[in-house]
């Protein structure tokens, strides 16, 4: 395997509270429509989760960010019933998704992780037109298939670029298993629809009784509020090609 | 650095805010298609009606529409930030000929699209 698979260029995850073993990791980076930002924000907020630990890493813009006047990393870990959120209020750099994903599968399997959950977005060209998003999946082996309790259709055939992809290849080589949740969005706008659909699909997953009758009854203030966030994940996104995405499936798998 | 990324368009303050005409920029996206140009701009607390379109000049189109309430940069969690607006203004490049005659529009989910034909 190449070194691109195991290193973590001095990729720090800083722990500040307790973080259990054997949890379920939910990730929410920004990507298409924000939907894991969104949808993993709710769950910290539904759930209380308590700030757990940070992560940080030289290539990440030289930056904090305030909430309740207090000066925090912009990419945190938050924990509390058995779940771990891990959110990144920057946009990730493309340069940083490989010790990135090297460093939280590294650190995932350290605290004996029993799923990574990822979310992300699925953009789709009539997105005004559907009324309740679909929820596909990727899967890091076959056999996870029951877990996703009907929650969502199996993502056969396709390209996934950025980090989920990345993470869903690495849990692959280190036999974590992973799912992916890609939810149909807008590409480009904010999307807390998406997120609620998202979250009605971890519900099912894992379980749980996460409320998203808030998130959708605040959807226009959280398209507002996250317009200069999702500006700045846009530019990233066309950078490293994500529209790849969008590609018909190679023809031998 | 390249010459383009010295060359900053939008202003210091963020938001795309003007605050003499108390308006922001709103996220939007062109896609280019054979015979038409597909023009989306996402419009939150905005209602259909308020919806204003114009071709100030052959290339370039302009979107004008008002909220439907006074919205304070502080009603979006920046205390620090002093500044409201009450609209969305945005002049957007075409890069191809289009007649805005033939435009036809859409508003749903308060995303505005637009469909433009090609002249050429």
Known sequence: MSANLSGNDGLRIVETGSVPKGAVVINGLPDVGLVGLLAASHIISDLKLREVGAIESDLL??????????????????????????????????????????????WARDKNVRLMLSLGGMAVANRQDIDVPKVFAALSAKELEPRLNGAAEILEEGYIVGAYGLLLRKCVAT????????TQSYYNYPDPEAAGAALTAVNKILDLKIDVSELLKRGEEIRLRSKDMMHRTHEEMNKMNKSHEYDLPPLYG | ????????????????WNAAASAIQPLYNLFV??????????????????????????????????????????????????????????????????????????????????HLPRTR
């Open chain 1, 175 to 182: 036999g974590l298993p992973a799912i992916t949740l890609l």
């Open chain 1, 61 to 106: 813009p030289p930056m904090i960010v305030l909430h309740g006047g207090e000066p925090k990393a912009p990419f945190r870990i938050f924990s509390g019933t058995g779940l771990v959120v891990v959110i990144s209020e920057t946009v990730i750099p493309g340069s940083l998704i490989r010790p990135l994903v090297n460093g939280l599968v590294d």
């Open chain 2, 33 to 114: 298609a054979a015979e038409e140009v597909v023009l989306t701009v996402d419009l939150p607390y905005v209602n259909q009606k308020s919806v204003k379109l114009k071709l100030p000049t052959k290339d370039s189109i302009e979107v004008y529409a008002e909220t439907t309430k006074r919205i304070t940069f502080h009603d979006l969690g920046a205390n620090h930030r002093h500044g409201e607006f009450t609209s969305y203004h945005a002049i957007i490049r075409m890069p191809v000929p289009v007649d805005e005659k033939r435009a036809t529009r859409k508003f749903k989910r308060g995303l505005l699209e637009v």
């Open chain 2, 1 to 16: 650095m390249s010459t383009e990324s010295r060359v900053n368009t939008s202003p210091p303050h963020g938001s795309g």
